[in-house]
C-alpha cells in the first residue's frame, strides 16, 4: 500500500463528507499550535531556574518539555498546512489524478518524519521519568550516587538518537503499522509496572513514622522517602494525560492504515486521534502548573510580568 496516496485518498473522502472539518482542524491546529510553543516556553524556564527539583527529574522534565516545544514549533504547524493542501486538491476537483495526489508526498513524509521524532522523544521520556521515580523509593539514600548527571544525559542522548533514527526508518521505509503500535504499548506497560511498584512501595512504607529524635538516620530517610513519593504522584499525572492522548490512536491507527477502503467515521476517528496526540504538548504545561508548585509560582510570575510590561507598553501609547 502507497502510504501518501492512502492518506491523501482518505483526507479527501473526510473533507467531502464533512466539509467544514478542514477548517476545523486547521484552526484548532494553530490555536494548540500557539498554547504549545507559549506553554512548554514557559515551563522550560521554569525547570530551567528551579531549585527544588533535582537535576535528574530537571533534566528529564526539561527533555520532555522540548519535545512538546518542537510539537508545537513544527507538527502542529505541518499538519495545518497538509490540510490546507488537501482542501485545494479538493476544491480543484483534481482528486482522481495520481500525479496531483502524490504531490502531497513531501509535505506528509516530513510531517511523518518530525511527528514521530518529536512524539517518540516525549512519549520514551515519560517513560524513563516513570523509571526514574522508581527508583528514588526503590534506592533510598543509594539513588544519587546511582543516577548520576552523566548517566541521566546519556539516557536522554540515547532516547533523541533512538527517536531520530525512528523517524528515519517511519519515514523512508514505512516500517510496518504493527511494530510501531508495539513500541508504542512497550512503553507504556513498562511505566505502567513502574508507577505499579511505587505504588506497592509506597503503600508498604505509608504507616512507617519516626518519632524519635535519636533516630536521626530514618527521620532523615523517611523525609527523603516522603519527597521522592510526592514527586512521583506529581509525575503519574503526566503519564495518566499521555496515555489518555495516546490510547485511541493505539486502536484507530492499525484499523485505518490496514484498511483498503476505510470509511469516512473511521477516517475521522483517526485523525482526531493523531490530533489528540499532539495536544498532548498543550496539556502538559497545565499539568505542570498544577502539580509542581514552584513550577506554578514560577510561570505566575513570569505571566504577570508580561502583561505588566504589556500594559505600561499600552500606557505610553
Not at 518539555?65 to 479538493?90: C, F, H, K, T
Not at 507504556?188 to 536521626?216: E, G, M, P
Not at 506529581?234 to 495518566?240: E, G, L, M, N, P
Not at 494525560?241 to 490496514?258: D, G, H, K
Request: glycine share 4%; net charge positive.
Amino acid at each position: 500500500m502507497n502510504l501518501c496516496a492512502h492518506y491523501t485518498r482518505s483526507s479527501l473522502i473526510i473533507l467531502y463528507d464533512y466539509p467544514t472539518f478542514g477548517l476545523f482542524y486547521c484552526l484548532t491546529c494553530g490555536i494548540f499550535s500557539l498554547t504549545a510553543i507559549i506553554g512548554n516556553s514557559i515551563v522550560f524556564y521554569a525547570f530551567w531556574i528551579s531549585g527544588s527539583l533535582n537535576q535528574a527529574s530537571k533534566m528529564l522534565l526539561l527533555s520532555l518539555a522540548a519535545s512538546d516545544l518542537g510539537i508545537g514549533l513544527m507538527v502542529l504547524p505541518l499538519n495545518a498546512v497538509l490540510m490546507s493542501q488537501m482542501y485545494g486538491l479538493l476544491r480543484s476537483n483534481k482528486i482522481v489524478k495520481d500525479q496531483n495526489v502524490m504531490a502531497t508526498c513531501p509535505l506528509l513524509k516530513a510531517t511523518i518524519f518530525l511527528s514521530t521524532f518529536f512524539c517518540g522523544a516525549s512519549l520514551m521520556t515519560v517513560g524513563t521519568i516513570s523509571i526514574d521515580r522508581y527508583l528514588s523509593l526503590l534506592l533510598h539514600l543509594r539513588y544519587r550516587q546511582l543516577v548520576t548527571l552523566t548517566r541521566i544525559r546519556t539516557v536522554l542522548a540515547t532516547i533523541w538518537i533512538t527517536s531520530f533514527l525512528a523517524a528515519m526508518l517511519e519515514t523512508l521505509l514505512a516500517l510496518n503499522v504493527i511494530i510501531n503500535t508495539s513500541g508504542v504499548v512497550l512503553v507504556i506497560s513498562v511505566a505502567s509496572f513502574a508507577y505499579w511498584k511505587i505504588y506497592t512501595i509506597a503503600l508498604r512504607h505509608q504507616n512507617q513514622i519516626c518519632v524519635q529524635d535519636a533516630h536521626q538516620n530514618q527521620i532523615c530517610q523517611l523525609t527523603q522517602f516522603a519527597r521522592a513519593k510526592k514527586m512521583a504522584m506529581k509525575t503519574f499525572s503526566i503519564f495518566v494525560v499521555l496515555v489518555i492522548c495516546n490510547a485511541p490512536s493505539i486502536v484507530t491507527i492499525p484499523m485505518f492504515l490496514t484498511a483498503d477502503s476505510p470509511s469516512s467515521l473511521l477516517i475521522l476517528f483517526t485523525h482526531l486521534s493523531i490530533f489528540l496526540i499532539f495536544f498532548n504538548a498543550s496539556l502538559n504545561p497545565v499539568v505542570y502548573c498544577w502539580k509542581i508548585s514552584e513550577v506554578r509560582k514560577i510561570c505566575e510570575n513570569i505571566l504577570k510580568l508580561l502583561l505588566f510590561r504589556k500594559f505600561l507598553q499600552s500606557g505610553h501609547r
